[in-house]
C-alpha cells in the first residue's frame, strides 16, 4: 500500500509538473520523508522518498520513486570524501535503500534527504533561473524575497550542494526556499502544502518582479530585416530549409528533427542582442546534454534567398563543429568521455523559427522546449538585469559529467530503423498501413499518406502518438499536393529517408472494356504517382546528404502476363523499370531504390474488397471469400499471403542487413514460377 506521504509526494508533484511554469520537462525533483514499519525488526524506520533519475514530475508515479532509509543516508555525511570525490556518493545511496529501493536514486537525492525539512521541492522554474542567471542574482533575490528565500552560488549538483543547502536552511529558519545560482529553486515545508505553497510562492512571486521591473525590450531594440515572416512564408521557407539542415546536424549521427515557430523563438530573433544572447548559451544543468552549449544562429535577414541561406548555413556549420572541437579540447582531461559529437543541436533561423534535433523525435521535441525555456530565461535575466550563464568549463564539467555518460551508456540498443523517417504513400489500410507499422515498429517515424486525411491520421493514431506517426492528405498524382506532403514530412520530423511507393488501385478490364480514362486513371496513381513522389522525395535526401532508401511496391503483375489486365499491369511494369533506372541514377547520393513484387494479398486490401476482388474471383470461379485460399493453393509454398509478409519485405530491404544491394525486386508471392525473375 502507497504510504501516506508518498502519496501526498506524487499528487503534489503532478500538479507542479503539469504547469510549464514551474519546471521544464523531465527537470526537478520532489522528496517526502515519513515513518514506516521496518519488516524485519518490527521497528519504526525513517524513509525518504524522493523522485528517482529520469522521468517528469508531471507524469510521476510511485514506480518514479527511489525509497531510502533516512538514518543511512544522513550516516553518509561521515564518509564523504569531500568535493573532489563528491560523485563516489551515488553508488553509496544504493546501501542506503530500503527494500528494493524502487527507481534508481538520482543524484539530488543528497539535497532532499541532508536538507532538514519532511517535505523538499527541487524545481527548474523560468522565472526563478531568471533571478539564478541575472549578473546580480544575489542582490535581486534579497530585493524580491527579502529572507524569506537565501542564495546559494552556483555549484554543480550533488553530496555538496546538499550539505550546502542544509546548512543555509539551518541557519535561516526563517526561509522558505532558496535559489540556487546558474540552475533553479529549492523550496520546503513542515507538509505537502507547506511545500508546494513555497515553490509556488516563489515562481510567482519571481514572475510578478519581472513583470513589474522588467525593462522594455529585453532583448533589446527589434532588428530591421529580422521581423517573423507571415505564417505560410515562414511554414515554406522552413520546408525547403529542413533538409539542409537536418544534414548539417546529422554529419556525426543522424537525427530527427522537431521545427518550432512559437512566438517566443520569432521575437527573439527579431531583437537585436540575439546574436549576443544566442552566443552565451544556456544555463541550467539539465539543458546542456539536450541543447549543447550554444546553437547555431542563421545571420541573415526573414527575406534571404533559400539559396543564400543553404550557403550561409553550410558555412556555419563548419565554424559550429570547429567551435565545439575548440570547447572540447579546451575542458576535456584524460578522464573525460569521447567527444559526443560536433553538430549543433539547435539551428535558429530568423524569420522562420528553430530547428532542434535529437535521438528520436521526442527527444529533438524536448531539446526545442528546453531552448523555449532558455529565451524564457534570458527574457528575464536581461530584463532586470544582464544575463549571466555559469562559465564555460562548468557547462563542460555537466555536459560531459561521468555520472551522465554512464547514464547514456546504460541506455538501450537503438532500434534498427532508429533516427529514420519513412513516408509510405496509400498507408491508410491494406500492405501500405502493415508497412508503416512495421517500420515503426522498428524504430522509424512514419508519415502516412493517403488521399483522406481522416484515414491517414486514424491510421498513424492506430501506429502511435505524433512523435511516431502522422497522417497527411496527398493525392500521388498531382505534384503540388506531392510537394505540400513531402513539406509535411520535413516539417514533422525533419527529413525523409525512406519512401515506399505503395499508393494503388486496380481495375481488372479486357483491353477492349478499357477506357482512354482508365488508363490514365491507373497510369497517374502509380506510374506518374511514384514518378513525383520519387522526385520530390529524392530532392530532400540528395539535400541531407545522408543516404536513404527508395521502395516501389509494384506487382508479379510486372512481370506476368495475363488476361483482363492492361492497363494495371503495364503501369506496375513502369514502375518496376523506374526502380532500375533510378538505382542507377541515385546510387550517386547513397539512395538505394529497390521493388517488392507481391500477389494475391487479399486480406485487408482494398483494392480486393472493392470490386477487383469479386471480380478476379468470378474469373476463377470461386467465391470471393476464398479467393486468399485458392491463391494460396496456385502457389508453389501454398502459402496465403498477408499484408505483414509485404511489410517485412520491406523492412529487409531498407534495413541494416540490406546496405549494398539497389536494383532489385523482391517477390512476396508465395512462389508463382510463371514471374520469377530472371
Ligand atoms: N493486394 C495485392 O495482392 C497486391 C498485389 C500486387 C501489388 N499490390 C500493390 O500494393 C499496393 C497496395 O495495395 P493494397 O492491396 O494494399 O490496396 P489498398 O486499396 O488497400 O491500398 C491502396 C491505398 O492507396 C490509396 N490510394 C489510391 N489512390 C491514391 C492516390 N491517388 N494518392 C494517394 N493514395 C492513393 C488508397 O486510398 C488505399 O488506401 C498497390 O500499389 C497495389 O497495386 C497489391
Ligand atoms: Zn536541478
Not at 541506455?411 to 523517417?421: E, H, I
Not at 481522416?454 to 499536393?481: L, T
Amino acid at each position: 500500500m502507497t504510504h501516506p506521504a508518498a502519496a501526498d509526494l506524487i499528487a503534489r508533484s503532478n500538479r507542479l509538473g503539469s504547469d510549464p511554469k514551474n519546471t521544464n520537462y523531465a527537470g526537478g525533483n520532489t522528496s517526502a520523508k515519513g515513518t514506516e514499519t521496518d519488516p524485519v525488526t518490527g521497528q519504526p524506520v525513517e524513509l525518504v522518498w524522493v523522485k528517482g533519475s529520469g522521468g517528469d514530475l508531471g507524469t510521476l508515479t510511485e514506480q518514479g520513486l527511489a525509497v531510502l532509509r533516512l538514518d543511512r543516508m544522513r550516516a553518509l555525511v561521515d564518509v564523504y570524501p569531500g568535493l573532489e570525490r563528491e560523485d563516489e556518493m551515488v553508488a553509496a545511496f544504493d546501501y542506503c535503500l530500503h527494500g528494493k529501493g524502487g527507481a534508481a536514486p538520482s543524484i539530488d537525492t543528497a539535497m532532499h534527504g541532508l536538507v532538514d525539512a519532511p517535505h523538499v521541492d527541487h524545481l527548474h522554474p523560468d522565472s526563478g533561473i531568471a533571478v539564478a542567471t541575472a549578473a546580480d542574482g544575489q542582490e535581486l533575490t534579497s530585493t524580491i524575497f527579502g529572507d524569506k528565500v537565501v542564495w546559494v552560488p552556483w555549484r554543480r549538483p550533488g553530496f555538496q550542494l546538499g550539505l550546502d543547502i542544509a546548512e543555509i536552511k539551518e541557519k535561516n529558519p526563517q526561509a522558505i526556499g532558496c535559489i540556487l545560482g546558474g540552475h533553479g529553486i529549492t523550496a520546503w515545508g513542515e507538509t505537502s502544502d507547506e511545500a508546494e505553497r513555497a515553490s509556488l510562492w516563489i515562481i510567482d512571486t519571481a514572475a510578478a518582479y519581472i513583470a513589474e521591473h522588467s525593462r522594455p525590450e529585453p532583448f533589446g531594440p527589434p532588428l530591421a530585416g529580422y521581423a517573423p515572416l507571415p505564417q505560410a512564408e515562414r511554414r515554406a521557407k522552413a520546408a525547403a530549409l529542413g533538409a539542409t539542415i537536418r544534414g548539417i546536424a546529422s554529419q556525426d549521427r543522424p537525427m530527427v528533427g522537431h521545427f518550432t515557430d512559437t512566438g517566443e523563438v520569432l521575437d527573439f530573433l527579431a531583437s537585436s542582442e540575439h546574436p549576443r544572447l544566442g552566443a552565451l548559451g544556456t544555463s541550467c544543468p539539465d539543458h546542456f546534454l539536450r541543447t549543447k552549449v550554444k546553437p547555431l544562429v542563421l545571420d541573415l535577414p526573414s527575406d534571404a534567398p533559400v539559396e543564400d541561406c543553404v550557403a550561409r548555413l553550410k558555412e556555419l556549420a563548419v565554424a559550429y563543429r570547429e567551435d565545439y572541437q575548440a570547447y572540447y579540447d579546451r575542458h576535456a582531461t584524460p578522464e573525460s568521455p569521447a567527444i559526443r559529437g560536433a553538430d549543433p543541436l539547435i539551428v535558429l533561423v530568423p524569420g522562420v523559427g528553430m530547428f532542434s534535433f535529437g535521438k528520436d523525435k521526442q527527444t529533438a521535441r524536448v531539446a526545442g522546449e528546453f531552448y523555449v525555456n532558455a529565451i524564457n530565461v534570458m527574457r528575464g535575466a536581461e530584463g532586470l538585469s544582464t544575463y549571466a550563464p555559469i562559465d564555460e568549463a562548468e557547462k563542460f564539467r555537466i555536459e560531459y559529467w561521468a555520472l551522465e555518460e554512464a547514464k547514456l551508456q546504460r541506455m538501450p540498443k537503438p532500434k534498427p530503423l532508429a533516427t529514420r523517417v519513412a513516408l509510405v504513400t496509400g498507408a491508410a489500410g491494406g500492405i501500405g498501413k502493415a508497412t508503416a507499422k512495421k517500420l515503426a515498429a522498428e524504430g522509424a517515424c512514419v508519415v502516412i499518406a493517403d488521399l483522406s486525411l481522416e484515414k491517414a491520421q486514424a491510421a498513424a493514431a492506430e501506429i502511435g502518438g505524433s512523435d511516431v506517426a502522422v497522417g497527411v492528405a496527398a493525392d500521388v498524382s498531382d505534384e503540388d499536393a506531392v510537394q505540400a506532403m513531402v513539406d509535411a514530412a520535413v516539417l514533422a520530423f525533419g527529413g525523409v529517408d525512406l519512401v515506399v511507393n505503395n499508393a494503388g488501385l486496380s481495375l481488372s478490364k479486357s483491353l477492349m472494356d478499357t477506357t482512354a480514362a482508365d488508363w490514365d486513371l491507373q497510369h497517374n496513381v502509380m506510374a506518374k504517382g511514384s514518378f513525383l513522389v520519387s522526385k520530390a522525395t529524392a530532392k530532400v535526401m540528395v539535400e541531407q546528404e545522408m543516404g536513404g532508401d527508395i521502395v516501389y511496391i509494384s506487382s508479379k503483375n510486372s512481370v506476368f502476363a495475363g488476361p483482363n489486365n492492361i492497363a494495371y499491369s503495364a503501369t506496375k511494369a513502369d514502375q518496376a523499370h523506374q526502380v532500375r533506372l533510378l538505382a542507377a541514377e541515385l546510387g550517386a547520393h547513397g539512395i538505394k531504390v529497390n521493388g517488392v513484387n507481391p500477389d494475391g494479398v487479399v486480406q485487408g486490401s482494398g483494392i480486393f474488397a472493392s470490386g477487383w476482388g469479386a471480380n478476379r474471383a468470378a474469373v476463377y470461379g470461386v467465391e470471393e471469400n476464398d479467393l486468399g485460399k485458392f491463391y494460396a493453393q496456385r502457389t508453389i509454398l501454398r502459402r496465403e499471403v498477408l499484408p505483414e509478409n509485404i511489410a517485412n519485405a520491406v523492412f529487409v530491404l531498407c534495413g541494416p542487413d540490406m546496405t549494398h544491394t539497389t536494383g532489385l525486386h523482391v517477390p512476396v508471392d508465395a512462389g508463382v514460377a510463371a514471374a520469377f525473375l530472371r
